[in-house]
């Protein structure tokens, strides 16, 4: 392996794991707490999230030098509106009834802060390339994120995981989980987990709440 | 280094309301295309939807006739010639049998329920003056809990639910209430289920509103919807 | 569907908190939550803001519902919603520079409240009218401001008493949210 793709591999695994966005920067959360009541909301969240945020960043990437400073914001929510729009309508196309589990939460993707985030601080200073890299390994981080809320929460609270059962009959399911406390809560164990492995590693601590501001 | 100070770069209005625009036709162009690739698939899909919706809760159905009851009581087909939306027209379907004779009318009901609306279909049939059942369309209820209204005996035996008019058309004779589980004692009631109380009461809330505004208007043109047109 | 204004707003108050019942503004509300005196503020700039942002949607759903052109009813949202904050900031600049430099980064960061776009979705979702709109907005503000306050009163407290060091930040602030939202369920049902 060169260095250059040793590099990139780099680049690619910091948005699952250094930089996680959703356990490591706590951003996104909105999405990731609302639909992840079944592993399949929680892993298409994460496909449409991968499509608007990939696509976004590839064309402020493309027109970064044609974006006034200026304006450059009320531009990139343009941008980004507009992949919602396109992933709202092909989720209609493919499936009504996931359309309307995952509900409003697919227009809501627009104010997905690490979809601004990634534009302002890496899309609009690189170019197509290593923009394009970071911005599937973030989406990648995300859409982990998710399934991992997604798939705890089902099996707990349903019982079923992908709508198979995996329990007998006799398991009563732990309700609270796919009602909004368990999402709270699964993703508050969740981060204690990611925290406790990262004070065992001895690394630097886990991000203070400050971080986690947008 | 030179002392010189590089002044902040700032963009004329011009060159930035030029690349706005420019912005602004791309995403115009990506969204438009967007939508009018998907467009028929989306009705196709919404199309099948209804369909499955309606057979469900009208067994007996073969085929599906989309109709909406304009406030005045006139009842026109949706689809033949583009007919033009009238302000508080409610739609309906009419379900008909394989021998095209009229197995009963399914009717969208919302009502607010535990968590949002719930947004259910029920089938009336004429015939007896009944609701004879309902199927749930969107609703985001506690599953475990609200989603019972589908699976609890004792609910599903409140259907066929009396939906009388009075003799001059205008309303139902009884309206539709829910009623706390055990207490029912008329037809026109619905049995609660013990701790989803809540969105009985919504299931029984969207029969009656929509029970109320809608019967009346299609009831004196039964006989035109008898056979399939 | 005839909801009453007070309902509507039971509803989007308690009921169906906008924060700790459909997880709508999480990210200012584990933000900002760690102080009462930045809490307050930013509840009444968001609450404003939706107010605004609804009455706009409002219009501008009408005006596009007239010229057939729904589906780019999301991108006039976020533009009218992104001015919204803009002004607002404007304005606060001028007349209260300190609470300007107070709330600090997290005003721009409205704009991406999902709270204030969810207010503009839902109203349209439900077909409100006018007054149903403006009251689901005022009472969902309200449930924002309501759900900051509480979180923020506790973690003040909290800030003196002995935690883990593992548990510490966020984890235990998803912790506390949880069974706020826990007993914010009670509330179920109050709006008929």
């Not at chain 1, 449409?48 to 044609?66: G, I, N």
């Not at chain 2, 583009?82 to 021998?99: C, E, I, L, R």
């Not at chain 3, 520079?97 to 503009?120: D, E, H, K, Q, S």
Request: glycine share 8%; hydrophobic share 55%.
């Amino acid at each position: 392996m060169n260095a250059s793709t040793t590099e990139r591999w780099d680049e690619f695994m910091e948005g699952i794991w250094r930089q996680n966005p959703l356990f490591v920067m706590v951003l996104g959360l909105c999405p990731a707490l609302a639909v992840t009541v079944s592993a399949v909301n929680a892993l298409s969240m994460g496909l449409a999230t991968t499509f608007v945020l990939t696509c976004s960043c590839v064309l402020v990437s493309l027109l970064r030098k044609l974006i006034p400073k200026e304006v450059r914001i009320a531009t990139y929510i343009v941008i980004i509106a507009t992949f919602v729009t396109v992933v709202d309508y092909l989720i209609q196309a493919i499936s009504l009834a996931l359309y309307d589990a995952l509900g409003a939460f697919i227009q809501l993707i627009v104010v997905n802060c690490i979809i601004l985030g990634r534009a302002e601080a890496h899309a609009s200073k690189n170019p197509l390339l290593p923009t394009l890299i970071n911005a599937l390994g973030m989406s990648a981080g995300f859409t982990l994120g998710l399934f991992a809320l997604g798939a705890v929460r089902e099996i707990l609270g349903a019982g079923t995981f992908f709508g198979i059962a995996l329990f007998g009959a006799d398991f009563q399911p732990w309700v609270v989980m796919v009602l909004p406390p368990g999402g709270f809560f699964v993703l508050g164990a969740w981060l204690l987990i990611f925290a406790a492995i990262a004070r065992r590693k001895n690394a630097r601590p886990l991000s203070s709440p400050a971080q986690g501001v947008r | 280094m030179t002392s010189a100070v590089i002044p902040p770069q700032t963009t004329s209005a011009v060159a930035m309301i030029r690349t706005l625009g420019l912005i602004a036709a791309l995403c115009g162009f990506i969204i438009v295309s967007a939508y009018q690739g998907t467009y028929d698939a989306v009705r196709e899909n919404k199309r099948i939807a209804v369909e499955r919706a309606v057979f469900k809760v009208i067994p007996t159905a073969r085929s599906i006739v989309e109709y909406v009851a304009s406030p005045a009581g006139e009842i026109v087909k949706v689809g033949a010639g583009g007919t033009a939306a009238v302000s508080g027209a409610v739609k309906f379907y009419a379900g008909y049998d394989k021998d095209n004779k009229l197995a009963g009318i399914a009717v969208e009901g919302v009502a607010k329920g535990y968590s949002d609306n719930v947004r259910i279909l029920f089938a009336y049939d004429p015939a007896a003056q009944t609701v004879s059942g309902f199927g749930v369309v969107t609703s985001r209820e506690t599953p475990g809990i609200g989603d019972k209204i589908l699976v609890d005996k004792n609910f599903l035996a409140n259907f066929p639910l009396e939906a009388k008019l009075t003799a001059d058309l205008k309303k139902l004779a009884n309206a539709i209430v829910t009623v706390k589980h055990g207490s029912k004692t008329n037809p026109w009631e619905i049995d609660a289920i013990t701790g989803a109380t809540i969105t009985s009461r919504a299931v029984g809330r969207a029969i009656n509103d929509a029970a109320q505004l809608l019967l009346p208007r299609i009831v004196p043109h039964l006989s035109a919807l008898k056979e399939k047109p | 569907m005839h909801e009453s204004a007070a309902q509507i707003f039971i509803n989007a108050f308690l009921a169906n908190n906008f924060v700790l019942a459909m997880f709508l503004g999480l990210c200012p509300f584990i933000g900002v939550s760690g102080k009462l005196e930045t809490a307050v503020p930013m509840g009444v700039a968001s609450t404003f803001v939706m107010l605004v942002a609804s009455l706009c949607a409002f219009g501008i759903n009408i005006l596009l519902a007239h010229l057939g052109l729904e589906f780019l009813r999301l991108i006039a949202y976020i533009v009218i919603i992104a001015s919204t904050v803009q002004l607002v900031e404007m304005v606060l600049k001028k007349y209260s520079p300190g609470l300007f430099r107070a709330l600090g980064i997290y005003l721009p960061l409205i704009t991406t409240n999902c709270a204030v776009l969810g207010v503009a979705l839902f109203q349209t979702a439900r077909e409100y009218d006018f007054v149903q709109s403006i009251t689901f907005a005022v009472g969902a503000g309200a449930g924002f401001t309501l759900a900051l306050v509480l979180m923020a009163s506790v973690r003040e407290r909290l800030t003196l008493s002995d935690v883990p060091a593992v548990a510490q930040g966020t984890a235990l602030s998803l912790m506390l949210a949880g069974i706020l939202s826990l007993a914010f369920m009670g509330f179920a049902g109050l709006g008929g």
